[in-house]
């Protein structure tokens, strides 16, 4: 969505560094969960592609969308087990 607003905007007098900078740091950094729920929320909700740029502008300004501190990084960079499953072979006779 914000690619697709930003992509629009390009080079016209809406043109915003601020989007820009936004978009960098959704492409480098991991999201903060907070921020990944109301985004997720949001588009369930049927947000429009300025309302979203202009949320994640903000959040970006608060320090709440990604994670760039490289401390909270490194927290997050470590691996996670999600799921596991355990199948066996039983042969049935």
Known sequence: MLDRYYRNM?????DVPALKRT???L???PLKESARELINRR???GITDEEMAAMLIQLREEGRLCVVDQ???SAVALPQIICS???INEVVE
């Open 27 to 29: 492409l480098h950094y």
């Open 71 to 73: 401390k909270q990084a």
């Open 43 to 45: 588009i369930r909700f």
């Open 10 to 14: 390009k080079d016209t007098i809406f």
């Open 23 to 25: 978009l960098d740091d």
């Open 85 to 87: 499953l355990g199948i």
